[in-house]
T-cell receptor, first 109, second 115 residues
Framework: GIQVEQSPPDLILQEGANSTLRCNFS?????LQWFHQNPWGQLINLFY???GTKQNGRLSATTVATERYSLLYISSSQTTDSGVYFC???????????FGSGTRLQVQP | DTGVSQDPRHKITKRGQNVTFRCDPI?????LYWYRQTLGQGPEFLTY????????KSRLLSDRFSAERPKGSFSTLEIQRTEQGDSAMYLC?????????????FGPGTRLTVL
């Protein structure tokens, strides 16, 4: 099945810093979603982005489908951005999401 | 528009007991999914419904697991004869279906602890 790799696995930032999280996937996809998992376990949708670029406030994402990677940018980070960020894809011919192992972000005041 | 809801939020049980979880998807979402997440890992797919039909099951879904979606609305996931290895967060998601822009929305999860 499709493989999803996220980097870095852990990231510590000072409040106000910018960061880039990367997601590589091993095959063509129909769907790519970025999630933020809060400390209570809730997966919060950030972006549905199988290709192209989207922005939502301090967050933006870019997926280059032909090169099989996606990037999540966080600007002016805040302590509330802390948590685990997951990239998940749906490979062609399937419906279920395959998740990466996540990037654990800690933003310090 | 309410989100995906799951009940209970937490369940503690003894090994060998049966447990049942419920998921209510976003209204009018045709597709419903169950995932399992263990500590430090990303969620893993268990099973998927299109309306009331169970169309795909993961190899993770052993014979002790059964899922239903009667009438294509809410879904239940039952685990029989629980084992300590079943301890995990069980997540439900739904999506509207139809077309390629099929965003999945997740519920808050049910955290299962098997003693």
């Amino acid at each position: 099945g499709i493989q999803v790799e996220q980097s870095p696995p852990d990231l510590i930032l000072q409040e106000g810093a910018n960061s880039t999280l990367r997601c590589n996937f091993s095959d063509s996809v129909n769907n790519l979603q970025w999630f933020h998992q809060n400390p209570w376990g809730q997966l919060i949708n950030l972006f549905y982005i199988p290709s192209g670029t989207k922005q939502n406030g301090r967050l933006s994402a870019t997926t280059v489908a032909t090169e099989r990677y996606s990037l999540l940018y966080i600007s002016s980070s805040q302590t509330t951005d802390s948590g685990v960020y997951f990239c998940a894809v749906v490979s062609k011919g399937r419906r279920a999401l395959t998740f990466g192992s996540g990037t654990r972000l800690q933003v310090q005041p | 528009d309410t989100g995906v809801s799951q009940d209970p939020r937490h369940k503690i049980t003894k090994r060998g007991q049966n447990v049942t979880f419920r998921c209510d998807p976003i209204s009018e979402h045709n597709r419903l999914y169950w995932y399992r997440q263990t500590l430090g890992q990303g969620p893993e797919f268990l099973t998927y419904f299109q309306n009331e039909a169970q169309l795909e099951k993961s190899r993770l879904l052993s014979d002790r697991f059964s899922a239903e979606r009667p009438k294509g609305s809410f879904s239940t996931l039952e685990i029989q004869r629980t084992e300590q290895g079943d301890s995990a967060m069980y997540l439900c998601a739904s999506s509207p279906g139809g077309g390629l822009a099929d965003t999945q929305y997740f519920g808050p999860g049910t955290r299962l602890t098997v003693l």
